[in-house]
């Protein structure tokens, strides 16, 4: 099955610095990658995704970039906020079922 | 806005019980999944179902089973609870759109068993 691997597991970084996670995929039959943030106490909440036909997608502050031949996708936050601070996974989707990876802990300091 | 509800926040059972994780979602969603999160491994899919009375296995249903008897409503279900079992344990819902809908989540049962 599709195995994705998350680095790197803990990022500490100044408040209005960049922050980048990047994400592996192993299944090529993978066609939807969506992120999600989660803060504590509570679910994975979905902040950004991208479908196979995209190379690059962004909302305000975030991107998501996606290289389908090497098979590796990242999440790009730029002037972070101490409001970012959480967890974040990366997935990877062939038809319905989703596969995360390992998760990274996003600390941002004020 | 979707809402994913899981009937409790927190759960202490003992070693042997029978345990229940209720999950309720409103959006008239086709697909319903149980995950299993621990520190350091990510989410890992215990069950998911794609229909009423329809189930499949993930990648860990070793020790669960799970029930669906209406379009809202997906129950896990542990049938006697092991120390090892201690987790969270988040519920979602998402739309049947051949994988390019993202799923919804509850905010989690964290099950504690002694």
């Known amino acids: 099955g599709e195995n994705v691997e998350q680095h790197p597991s803990t990022l500490s970084v100044q408040e209005g610095d960049s922050a980048v996670i990047k994400c592996t995929y192993s299944?090529?039959?993978?066609?939807?990658f969506p992120w999600y943030k989660q803060e504590l106490g509570k679910g994975p909440q979905l902040i950004i995704d991208i479908r196979s036909n995209v190379g690059e997608k962004k909302d305000q502050r975030i991107a998501v970039t996606l290289n389908k031949t090497a098979k590796h996708f990242s999440l790009h936050i730029t002037e972070t906020q101490p409001e970012d601070s959480a967890v974040y996974f990366c997935a990877a989707s062939p038809l319905y079922k989703f596969y995360f990876g390992s998760g990274t802990k996003l600390n941002v300091k004020p | 806005d979707v809402k994913v509800t899981q009937s409790s926040r927190y759960l202490v059972k003992r070693t042997g019980e029978k345990v229940f994780l209720e999950c309720v979602q409103d959006?008239?969603?086709?697909?319903m999944f149980w995950y299993r999160q621990d520190p350091g491994l990510g989410l890992r899919l215990i069950y998911f179902s794609y229909d009423v009375k329809m189930k499949e296995k993930g990648d860990i249903p070793e020790g669960y089973s799970v029930s669906r008897e209406k379009k809202e409503r997906f129950s896990l279900i542990l049938e006697s609870a092991s120390t090892n079992q201690t987790s969270m344990y988040l519920c979602a819902s998402s739309r049947s759109d051949r994988g390019n809908s993202p799923l919804h989540f509850g905010n989690g049962t964290r099950l504690t068993v002694t």
């Open positions: 299944d090529s039959a993978s066609n939807y």
């Open positions: 959006m008239d969603h086709e697909n």
